[in-house]
């Protein structure tokens, strides 16, 4: 089934590290209106040296991915960024989610007053501890909203029902783009443009397209 959403919603995109946003929902968040949209990422991941830059690098990614416009000037399309009051991050330590659950739970309901979202995105509950407990945790909080889950490649194994977000090649070159922001994990064999690539031919063959990005629908709000 494609994914498709009104354009009056507000989506919040929940993320544990710097990166899993940009690589889960690169593609969507394009289709977005971004004055509707708004990230939260809980932990900054800079525990070691080489990762100082990561909050950074992510502030630069999302800001690619979504273009600042205005009906009233011009200029502002000149403007590529996210609002940078809608990129928000938390300082929870990475891999210890499990000892901060309560900590975690209590900052989304904080998150959810102040944002009111309509409908969320969050990590899936998969092989990465810290992503299942923000999985949990983020349907305790948003039980009265609608709730995605999205796929990482390194750690995520889907098998029950998806929903699709059907891409074309210049949003799939912007995601790229927004990802090569990421100096940290130049190295990293999940960054590879071809395998970016790759992963989104394997999810549109399945709806015969050429790119998609892939969901998994916790609750549906209507």
């Known amino acids: 089934m494609n994914l498709i959403f009104d354009q009056n919603e507000k989506i919040l995109f929940i993320g544990c590290h710097p990166d899993d946003i940009e690589l889960g929902c690169g593609g969507l968040i394009q289709k977005l209106p971004n004055d509707k949209i708004f990230a939260v990422i809980l932990s900054k991941n800079n525990n070691k040296p080489e990762q100082k830059n990561l909050m950074n690098e992510s502030t630069k990614s999302l800001k690619i ?36 659950r309560q ?21 899936p509950n998969d092989l990465h501890q810290d992503h299942r407990v923000c999985n949990i945790e983020t349907q305790r909080v948003f039980r009265d909203k609608s709730i995605f889950e999205y796929d990482l490649a390194r750690s995520t194994i889907y098998e029950k029902s998806i929903m699709f977000v059907t891409l074309g090649k210049k949003e799939m070159m912007m995601k790229v783009k927004a ?21 989104a031919r394997n999810a549109g063959i399945k709806q015969n397209i050429k790119f998609a990005e892939v969901f998994r629908p916790l609750t549906i709000i209507v």
């Open 65 to 100: 991915l979504l273009p600042i416009t205005s009906k009233n000037n011009d200029d502002f399309l000149k403007i590529l960024g996210f609002k940078t009051k809608n990129i928000i991050f938390k300082n929870f330590k990475t891999r210890e989610f499990s000892y901060s």
């Open 179 to 199: 990802l090569e922001q990421f100096k940290t994990y130049k190295n990293k064999n999940y960054f590879n443009k071809d395998l970016i690539l790759s992963q």
């Open 103 to 123: 900590k975690i739970c209590d900052y989304l309901w904080t998150i959810k007053k102040k944002i009111k979202p309509t409908c969320v995105f969050t990590t």
